[in-house]
């Protein structure tokens, strides 16, 4: 009996101090990103154009020549792969912060499944399913973006898109030269193409 009201006694002790927000569930505590990388992410997706000139072509050696967006010649969208795409949902709209965050939040869901780049190294090893991106990409945004759960379920979709792209785009750019050389390279470019290709 003793056993029983003490646990009772604990429960709602629990449920008061949630309720007073002394402390929040888990699941809704923001997670401890690495300040170093998240400069180098919020740097890469604000870069300007970086247009150089060869054999009379033009080539933008920043992040916009994959990207586009603000200051480039194409709007916000994925020109890395074919078939490229601007993003069309209210995704593009949201503030280049809270889109690195998602980022660097779907690079260690991504890491924590065994789909990153070192991992994929190994024998045998795969990009992680876009269901399962899908299914964290909503958890996400449903707290990040409040307009997000009033939208009809196409335009869900397309946001949940737009963002697995761009934050695999966004965050694999930002760490070219740093983990890894032409590998590197050549896995960021087919961890987009696999996404492109479950597109809605």
């Known amino acids: 009996m003793k056993r029983a009201l003490t646990a009772l006694a ?3 002790a629990t449920q008061g101090a949630y309720a007073q927000g ?13 300040s170093q990388v998240m400069t180098e992410l919020i740097s890469a997706a604000s870069a300007a ?15 916009t020549g994959i990207r ?18 601007e993003f ?8 280049v912060e809270t889109m690195c965050q ?45 307009k997000y759960k009033d939208m009809s379920g196409m335009f869900k ?7 697995l792209i761009d934050a695999t785009n966004l965050y694999n750019w930002s760490r070219r030269g740093k983990d890894g050389g032409a590998d590197y390279v050549s896995w960021a470019d087919a961890a987009v193409s696999a996404l492109m290709k479950k597109k809605p």
């Open 102 to 146: 998602f980022a660097y939040d779907l690079h260690e869901f991504i890491a924590a499944k065994g789909g990153d780049y070192h991992t994929a190294m190994k024998p045998g090893s795969d990009f992680v399913p876009y269901e399962k991106q899908k299914e964290f990409a909503i958890s996400w945004w449903r707290k990040a973006y409040p």
């Open 68 to 85: 586009g967006g603000k200051g480039a010649k194409r709007p916000l969208g994925q020109y890395l792969v074919e078939p490229h795409m």
């Open 88 to 95: 069309r949902s209210e995704y593009k709209d949201q503030p």
């Open 49 to 63: 154009p970086k247009i150089v000139n060869d054999s009379g072509r033009e080539w933008d050696l920043s992040i």
């Open 22 to 34: 002394f402390f929040q569930p888990i699941e809704s505590q923001a997670p401890q990103r690495n």
């Open 10 to 12: 604990i429960i709602s």
């Open 157 to 163: 979709d397309w946001f949940i898109n737009d963002a």
